[in-house]
């Protein structure tokens, strides 16, 4: 009995002397509690503030937290496509048209000029066209890619919506290989490869990246309002230019009329025949061009949401429509109609549609079209005869025509009338609808067009000028007579 009292005082003592462990462990629950009660009312508070309207002028850490995987993911797939519409897309298109003995040096003339492109857009291309500078041109804050890494983020055309920088380098790259690209179908099989790179080299320079940041370049929605003047020059006036009616096809089909000019025409142009030598890899490139321009529309929206699966169907249904039209006039024309007809036309809806791709509705997307067919037919089949100038694959024909179409074409389908998207205000934050005027966008668009092809007008015709005068642009009779596969690269594309 003794033992078992001695048993219970000692426990009791024990107990006794941990009573303040005990206190001190409730004590330090109770304060975690508060703690974390507080942080969810500070999460609660934070959200609420968000709720309240976006953040203006966002810090770096905010921008961080507003990036969207599913965005980021829907611009590396558009870059992708984007990639495939210069190779294999526009490589098989023009490969396909031009004659055996000139595949292959077209196949390499478009596959090289992608290749020097990127490094050249990562080097300096990137900062001239996307930094701030002049209203002409950017400066040299991001050259060599300098001051860009993975946590940097890029502004889309939302409020507090970001994706990341490399994201948007990517994209923009693709952009600024394939349109050089373009060009090289008005001149091909006839161009030397060595001053065409220098060419390209310059081009960009000189000709592509200040359109681009003219046209494409803005502080970005969260800022505009605090610098007011930070943007391009024809952004600045309200051009429209959803995915590079200007930037892209204007600016290269120019460049391509004056180059074919100024080189001069194929021997034999007029007197012997030039068909096609492989529809089908013409076919195959154009059904590839079709599907990477999702991408080049689509993904100019640079978010993944319903504007940019408003460009998505736009593009399909504009293309669709303008192949049924040339194929239509070319019925009537000559009684029957071509592949190769079908998918000049399709291009040239491709073309038409890109400008225009985020502001209009899928029906007068339709009727843009089957008109910028129509007007593009027209300079290929009348035009280019009546002129005389070879333009071997219509790359001005198709290019800058459907591009001049589709960019004057913009203010009319972009109106609300018409079930467009008209623009935003991003001189105001957030953003508003800004009141349309379908007159004033017209002019607006003109003056957009009318620069785009005397900065690229002119500024190709010096380039080429000065190229044909030093090294020379022309390889000489015997050389192009042979073929560009043998006498420039030594091998053919076909050995049976």
């Given at each position: 009995?003794?033992?078992?009292?001695?048993?219970?005082?000692?426990?009791?003592?024990?107990?006794?002397?941990?009573?303040?462990?005990?206190?001190?462990?409730?004590?330090?629950?109770?304060?975690?509690?508060?703690?974390?009660?507080?942080?969810?009312?500070?999460?609660?508070?934070?959200?609420?503030?968000?709720?309240?309207?976006?953040?203006?002028?966002?810090?770096?850490?905010?921008?961080?937290?507003?990036?969207?995987?599913?965005?980021?993911?829907?611009?590396?797939?558009?870059?992708?496509?984007?990639?495939?519409?210069?190779?294999?897309?526009?490589?098989?298109?023009?490969?396909?048209?031009?004659?055996?003995?000139?595949?292959?040096?077209?196949?390499?003339?478009?596959?090289?000029?992608?290749?020097?492109?990127?490094?050249?857009?990562?080097?300096?291309?990137?900062?001239?066209?996307?930094?701030?500078?002049?209203?002409?041109?950017?400066g040299f804050s991001k050259l060599f890619l300098q001051g860009v890494d993975?946590?940097?983020?890029?502004?889309?055309?939302?409020?507090?919506?970001?994706?990341?920088?490399?994201?948007?380098?990517?994209?923009?790259?693709?952009?600024?290989?394939?349109?050089?690209?373009?060009?090289?179908?008005?001149?091909?099989?006839?161009?030397?490869?060595?001053?065409?790179?220098?060419?390209?080299?310059?081009?960009?320079?000189?000709?592509?990246?200040?359109?681009?940041?003219?046209?494409?370049?803005?502080?970005?929605?969260?800022?505009?309002?605090?610098?007011?003047?930070?943007?391009?020059?024809?952004?600045?006036?309200?051009?429209?230019?959803?995915?590079?009616?200007?930037?892209?096809?204007?600016?290269?089909?120019?460049?391509?009329?004056?180059?074919?000019?100024?080189?001069?025409?194929?021997?034999?142009?007029?007197?012997?025949?030039?068909?096609?030598?492989?529809?089908?890899?013409?076919?195959?490139?154009?059904?590839?061009?079709?599907?990477?321009?999702?991408?080049?529309?689509?993904?100019?929206?640079?978010?993944?949401?319903?504007?940019?699966?408003?460009?998505?169907?736009?593009?399909?249904?504009?293309?669709?429509?303008?192949?049924?039209?040339?194929?239509?006039?070319?019925?009537?024309?000559?009684?029957?109609?071509?592949?190769?007809?079908?998918?000049?036309?399709?291009?040239?809806?491709?073309?038409?549609?890109?400008?225009?791709?985020?502001?209009?509705?899928?029906?007068?997307?339709?009727?843009?079209?089957?008109?910028?067919?129509?007007?593009?037919?027209?300079?290929?089949?009348?035009?280019?005869?009546?002129?005389?100038?070879?333009?071997?694959?219509?790359?001005?024909?198709?290019?800058?025509?459907?591009?001049?179409?589709?960019?004057?074409?913009?203010?009319?389908?972009?109106?609300?009338?018409?079930?467009?998207?008209?623009?935003?205000?991003?001189?105001?934050?957030?953003?508003?609808?800004?009141?349309?005027?379908?007159?004033?966008?017209?002019?607006?668009?003109i003056k957009a067009v009318v620069l785009t092809l005397l900065w690229s007008?002119?500024?190709?015709?010096?380039?080429?000028?000065?190229?044909?005068?030093?090294?020379?642009?022309?390889?000489?009779?015997?050389?192009?007579?042979?073929?560009?596969?043998?006498?420039?690269?030594?091998?053919?594309?076909?050995?049976?």
């Open positions: 009995m003794s033992k078992t009292l001695k048993f219970l005082g000692a426990a009791g003592a024990t107990m006794f002397a941990a009573l303040p462990a005990f206190a001190q462990e409730a004590a330090e629950k109770a304060a975690d509690g508060v703690a974390t009660a507080g942080a969810a009312v500070a999460q609660v508070a934070a959200t609420a503030a968000v709720a309240d309207g976006p953040i203006k002028a966002p810090t770096v850490e905010q921008m961080a937290g507003m990036v969207d995987k599913g965005d980021t993911t829907w611009m590396l797939i558009s870059s992708a496509l984007v990639l495939l519409m210069s190779v294999p897309a526009l490589a098989l298109f023009y490969g396909g048209l031009v004659r055996t003995k000139n595949m292959l040096s077209l196949l390499m003339q478009v596959f090289m000029i992608v290749s020097v492109a990127a490094l050249v857009w990562v080097s300096w291309g990137y900062t001239l066209a996307f930094t701030s500078g002049t209203p002409f041109i950017g993975a946590t940097t983020v890029a502004a889309t055309f939302s409020n507090n919506v970001y994706i990341p920088e490399y994201a948007f380098v990517v994209f923009q790259m693709t952009f600024a290989c394939i349109t050089p690209a373009l060009i090289v179908g008005a001149f091909a099989e006839r161009i030397k490869f060595t001053p065409l790179i220098l060419f390209v080299v310059a081009w960009l320079t000189i000709v592509y990246f200040p359109i681009a940041h003219m046209v494409w370049y803005w502080a970005g929605p969260d800022f505009l309002v605090d610098a007011p003047t930070d943007m391009g020059y024809l952004w600045g006036i309200g051009a429209l230019d959803f995915a590079g009616g200007t930037v892209v096809h204007i600016n290269a089909g120019i460049a391509g009329l004056v180059g074919c000019i100024m080189i001069g025409k194929r021997i034999g142009y007029g007197r012997e025949a030039t068909p096609p030598h492989s529809m089908t890899m013409t076919m195959i490139g154009a059904s590839l061009l079709w599907v990477g321009w999702f991408g080049f529309n689509a993904g100019s929206n640079l978010e993944a949401n319903g504007l940019a699966a408003l460009a998505f169907i736009n593009t399909f249904v504009a293309t669709a429509a303008a192949a049924v039209a040339w194929c239509l006039i070319e019925q009537f024309h000559h009684g029957k109609p071509s592949l190769l007809g079908a998918v000049t036309g399709a291009v040239a809806g491709l073309v038409a549609i890109t400008p225009a791709s985020g502001f209009a509705a899928p029906m007068t997307s339709i009727l843009l079209g089957f008109i910028a067919s129509g007007v593009c037919y027209v300079f290929v089949a009348y035009v280019k005869n009546k002129l005389k100038y070879d333009d071997t694959l219509d790359v001005f024909g198709v290019h800058c025509v459907g591009g001049i179409v589709g960019a004057i074409g913009t203010a009319i389908v972009a109106d609300p009338s018409l079930g467009g998207q008209g623009w935003l205000d991003y001189t105001v934050f957030p953003a508003v609808a800004g009141e349309y005027d379908m007159a004033g966008q017209l002019v607006t668009q007008g002119i500024g190709s015709a010096v380039l080429f000028f000065i190229l044909d005068k030093t090294i020379g642009l022309r390889p000489d009779a015997d050389a192009e007579r042979e073929g560009l596969d043998i006498t420039e690269h030594g091998e053919r594309a076909y050995n049976y």
